[in-house]
Structures are given as structure tokens and as C-alpha cells.
């Protein structure tokens, strides 16, 4: 059995490491020397160019080697009747959740203010509520959003989360489908998007959802950079609608060297590194799934290409 490695940003060396040192019996090739196309049995892969899954004739099973998957489904020759799985890693969840609550931490407790107080060389005290009194929103309540409401819940925020279907989660207000976006943003005074990307969630983050945010609110974009219109964003900004923005995703990544989000004073960036796919802890569930697909087993984390996710 083959299986073919292709990343874009994952370090082949690691993985093939990894993925030998736990099965005997896998064939690893890493692109681009992949040897006969035909041999091809699995494909872990990362933003694969598109037509590239379709030209291995003999492909059993797609793995990607995130959580997302719209660099899989965004392909117009992906082959559709293949089942795809996603990456689902309670380390990555964790690192996830550490990246919220830095962030939403450093919302609430004015350190981007206090950073420019610092510039200024300023010593001034700024008010300050505590964080039962902080309302923070979070645009999706799956494997990652879930996880962090319930850390911030944890830290006394005032959490509520917004997803397609209603969630039962103690101490947390469920918020669910077209209808409750908006009064999950009335709330919302952090807004963390925790999305996948997909054509329902493209551009959510624009000047309509953005101006349903009370006066002030700050952003945090750990999802996707197309879940944002970074335009309306800047207006927001400029109009102090928006007080603050975190974005760990971007239109165009690497970031262009000339974007205005660089030196932007209310913007922090940080490079796609929210959460980061572990090849140690993240290899063995993806080998489980391979085992199980070859048992015939239910596959884990499956996607569901017609819902996006
Ligand atoms: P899940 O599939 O587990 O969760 C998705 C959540 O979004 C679910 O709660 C789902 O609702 C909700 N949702 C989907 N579509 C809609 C919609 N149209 N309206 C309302 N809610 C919706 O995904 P994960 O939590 O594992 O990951 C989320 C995303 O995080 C990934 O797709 C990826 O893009 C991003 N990510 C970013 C990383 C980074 O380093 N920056 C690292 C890892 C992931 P329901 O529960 O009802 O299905
Ligand atoms: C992912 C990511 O989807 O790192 O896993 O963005």
C-alpha cells in the first residue's frame, strides 16, 4: 500500500519519519518522487495544485493534513467520490485554545493601549472590567470553537457560540443558524471566528455583520482569511466601529510585504501559526484512520463535501 505525502508547508523529513517508524507495511512517498501514479492507494496532503488528486487514477482515500478542507474541496477536479478526512488532534485543539485565550486576553485586558502607553512613555491606569463582564462570541462551536468557549468559560467570560445546528454546552449560550448571527454579533463585544471556509461562510466578517457588533468591539480571525473582507475591516477600524483586530489568516499568505494590516496599530498579525499540524501527534490518528478504511471500518472525521465541512 502507498501512501503519497504533499505539503506545501509541512516538513516532509518529519512526517516520513514519523509515518515509518509506525507502520511497517505503508510505502511513503513524498512529492515530488512519487514514482508510478497508478500505486497510489493514499494521499495526505496540504493545498495539493488543483487536478493533482485526479491524476492518481488509482486513489482509495484523501487525508488532509489540517483541519480545514477547502484547500481539498476548492478544487474543481477533486475526485468527489472518494471520501476525504480532516484532521481532527486534541494537541492542535489544545494550541487552538492557548491562541484564543492569549488573544481574547489580550483584548480584554488593553494590551494593545497599554503597549502604545508604553511607546509614549505614559504611565497611565485605564479601566477595566472583569472578565464576567467581558461578552465574547464565537462564530462556530465544533472540534476548535467548542474547546475554547469552554477555556474562556473557564477564565469567567461571558461566553456564547453560533453554529448550524443548537448546542448544549453548560454555562454557554447556543446561538444557531442564519437567523441567530445577529444577536450572537449584538453580544459579541470579542468576536473569535472559529469557521470553516466554505461558500455559506465566505466573507461573514463584512461591513453589515461587522456594524451588528456593539461599538468598539474587537476581532479575533483564527479561521480563514476569506472569512473576512479585509476592506470593510480597515473601514471598521478607521470609523472605530472596530477597536482592535487579531488575524492569524489571510487573503493572501504569505502576508504581501505592502498590506496597511503590518503597521496598522490596532491590527496584530501572527503568520498562520494559531494551530499548527504535529506530525508526533498527529501521524498515529491519521495511520488509525488508514487502518480502519482498510478494515472497513467507519472512517473519522469524515467530510461531507456537499455541506463543505
Ligand atoms: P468543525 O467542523 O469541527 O466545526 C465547524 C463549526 O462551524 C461547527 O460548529 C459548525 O456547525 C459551524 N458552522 C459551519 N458552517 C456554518 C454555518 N454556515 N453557519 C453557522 N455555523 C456553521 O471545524 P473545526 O472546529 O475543527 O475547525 C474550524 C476551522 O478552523 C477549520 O475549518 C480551519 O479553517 C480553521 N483552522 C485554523 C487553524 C489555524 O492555525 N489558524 C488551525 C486549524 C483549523 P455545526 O456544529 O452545527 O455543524
Ligand atoms: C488547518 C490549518 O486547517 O492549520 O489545520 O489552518
Redesign the pocket.
Known sequence: MALLFRSTVDSAARWRAQLTTLSQTLDIRVWPEIGDRAAIDYALVWRPEPGFLASLPNLKLILSL?????HLLGDPLLPRHLPIV???DPH??D??SE?VVLQVLRLHRRDLDYRAQQEAREWRELDQKNAAERRVGI?????????AAKKLKMLGFDVA???????TLAGIESH???G??PALLARSEILVC?????A??EA?LNARTLALLPKGAALVN???GA?LVEADLLAALASEQISAAVL??FNDEPLPAGHPFWHHPRVVVTP??????NPATAAPIILDNIRRFEAGHPLL?RVDPA???
Do not use: C, Q
Open positions: 489540517g483541519a480545514g478542507v477547502d480532516r484532521l481532527v492542535m485543539t494550541a487552538m491562541y462564530l462556530g462551536l465544533g472540534e476548535l470553537g467548542r474547546d457560540g453560533w453554529s448550524r445546528s443548537e448546542k444557531a443558524g442564519a441567530g448571527l472559529l469557521l470553516p471556509l466554505t455559506e461562510t461573514i483564527a479561521a480563514r472569512h492569524d489568516v498562520h501559526v494559531a494551530a499548527f499540524t472525521n455541506r463543505g465541512y
